[in-house]
């Protein structure tokens, strides 16, 4: 993080709000009904960041193990709620599948990309962790929310072959099925356009971030490919976690179909 | 009737002989042969219902309370028999039906097959042998082949093939097998899809633009083809006209010949075929005349 580094006052901060007012107040004009939300969204999402902003660096300056554990559970547990949230028509008991599946991949992140590529001293090193948590976590809440709705709604769907599957004696995963592949594959798809599109169309937000914080574009670069391939490989490991843990709910222990969610 | 009986009888005889018990009955009989109706009562106590269903009541959440469908009922039916459910709609026949074959959440009741206890086999085995044929026909596939060839790549009738190695095990668990067209040959479909009035399907035709009647019967044929023991067919005819509602009775009751039991549910006229018409009504099974028609 040396080089030079273009710092931000709170002048900017403002122009940057008056921007999203002025963008919320032409969809007042126009009659969007999107500008409250959007003016809404873009305060609430400073406070947020500023928010992290602060505890990261009181983290990263305490140099303590135990709050950077403490940060990544609450980021934990603030992913799930998030992915309940945006997931729809999904049913009741998620929350510990949901959970379940973002600490493994989390797990294996850290332990993986952080201990044994690029091996920080101290191991905890929390300005390298918490970032990557939080680029894990971003990614695999909105494949988790979009796999979860999906997967439900295809379910309810496909009621009649479901019905069909089952009494030529399909067990219940070969019901589920196609259900689980459509679903992992929606899921999956803004990750594999992020990877196709990355350094052509995109400069992505890390290797932007490094970049313009005066790293080397080269070390940005590889960075970038190390965290967009763990995490293309991760959101499909968190996706089939959660499908293996929740098709189940689709049926009795009998293996009938049980319609689920609203 | 009487010829399907008595074949029927023969092949369970054949059963028999090779049952280990074999040895012990003649033994018995040379030395009590006053034993000999005793087993013969008891073998037609455990053997002679293909299928038996009692106690099977069906209750639907409804409000706070639950509405019961039917309770109580009770049905025994013989290899080769032809049972017709009628009643009013709304009555619950679909949903005895799919009881029968374990499908309905909301329904239990206690059932065996051959004698056996429904709890001896997994749900997959049960639903292989008592196969339920539903009224909206769903076919799956992008060719009538691949429609007819799916319950061959469930992994219930791919057991017995080479001994699985972990890929293998792997892929079949996450990929069905696909087109499985030595188990079941293209002739054996056609053949079917002949008897059934359909000799104008091409195999390689997309299932979504077959009319409602030949859909209707490509999805008896699945069904037929996986050779069940007892078929619960639920208004196969409904969308047929005469002539090929006669076809498609005249298959069920060719494989009732070959020791089928077949249960249909049915709101055409009776066509002569069944060998026992009753009746769902007001959460009761009554017979509504024995042995209408008689021999087929």
């Known amino acids: 993080m040396n080089g030079n580094y273009y710092s931000i006052d709170i002048w900017g901060l403002l122009i940057a709000l008056a921007m999203v007012a002025i963008a919320a107040g032409i969809s007042g004009i126009m009659r969007m009904g999107i500008g409250k939300t959007l003016l809404w969204s873009a305060c609430r999402a400073l406070l947020q960041l500023c928010a992290m902003g602060f505890v990261m660096a009181f983290v990263i300056k305490s140099n303590n193990p135990w709050f950077v554990l403490l940060l990544i559970a609450v980021m934990l547990v603030a992913a799930v709620q998030i992915t309940l949230s945006r997931a729809t028509g999904v049913p009741k008991g998620m929350a510990g599948p949901v959970l379940l599946s973002l600490v493994v991949t989390m797990l294996i992140m850290v332990s993986l990309v952080t201990e044994l590529i690029i091996r920080p001293q101290p191991w905890y090193a929390p300005q390298l962790v918490v970032p990557l948590t939080g680029m894990l976590l971003g990614n695999t809440v909105s494949t988790l929310a979009v796999g979860l709705s999906r997967f439900f709604e295809s379910m309810r769907e496909r009621r009649d072959e479901v019905d069909t599957l089952l009494a030529l004696g399909a067990t219940a995963w070969e019901a589920a099925r196609p259900s689980i592949v459509s679903s992992i594959r929606l899921g999956l798809l803004p990750t594999t356009a992020s990877l196709a599109s990355a350094g052509i169309v995109t400069v992505p937000g890390m290797m932007a971030g490094q970049v313009i914080a005066g790293g080397n574009p080269i070390d940005a670069a590889k960075y970038q490919f190390l965290i967009l391939a763990v995490i293309a490989a991760l959101t499909l490991l968190a996706d089939s976690l959660i499908m293996s843990m929740v098709y189940k709910k689709c049926f009795t222990k009998d293996d009938q179909y049980q319609p689920v969610g609203q | ?296």
């Open chain 2, 1 to 296: 009737m009487n010829r399907s009986l008595v074949y029927n009888l023969a092949g369970l005889r054949v059963r028999t002989v090779s049952c280990l018990k074999m040895p012990c009955y003649c033994l018995v009989i040379g030395l009590f042969p006053a034993a000999r109706g005793v087993f013969v009562r008891v073998w037609l106590e455990i053997m002679g219902y293909l299928f038996s269903a009692s106690n099977v009541s069906c209750t639907l959440p409804q409000g706070d309370g639950e509405r019961v469908i039917f309770s109580d009922v009770s049905l025994d039916v013989t290899p080769g028999e032809i049972v017709d459910l009628t009643g009013p709609s709304g009555a619950g026949k679909s949903s005895l039906l799919t009881a029968f074959a374990k499908l309905n959440p909301n329904a239990r009741g206690e059932f065996a097959l051959q004698g056996r206890d429904c709890r001896e086999f997994t749900v997959q085995q049960w639903r292989a042998q008592v196969a339920y044929l539903p009224q909206k026909p769903i076919l799956m596939g992008q060719t009538v082949a691949q429609t007819i060839r799916l319950p061959w790549t469930l992994a219930i009738r791919n057991t017995s093939r080479e001994t699985p190695t972990l890929t293998t095990r792997l892929r079949s668990f996450f990929a069905p097998a696909g087109a499985s067209a030595d188990i079941l040959p293209d002739q054996r479909i056609r053949r079917m899809l002949v008897a059934l009035g359909c000799e104008d399907i091409d195999l390689d035709r997309a299932p979504h633009d077959l009319s409602g009647g030949q859909a209707a019967r490509v999805s008896l044929a699945r069904t037929l083809l996986t050779e069940p023991k007892v078929l619960l067919a639920d208004e196969v005819d409904a969308g047929l006209d005469d002539v090929n509602a006669d076809k498609v009775a005249t298959i069920m009751a060719n494989a009732a010949a070959g020791g089928m039991a077949v249960i249909r549910v049915r709101h055409r006229p009776p066509d002569g075929r069944a060998s026992r018409v009753l009746t769902l009504q007001d959460g009761r099974l009554t017979a509504a005349s024995a042995r209408e028609g008689g021999a087929a």
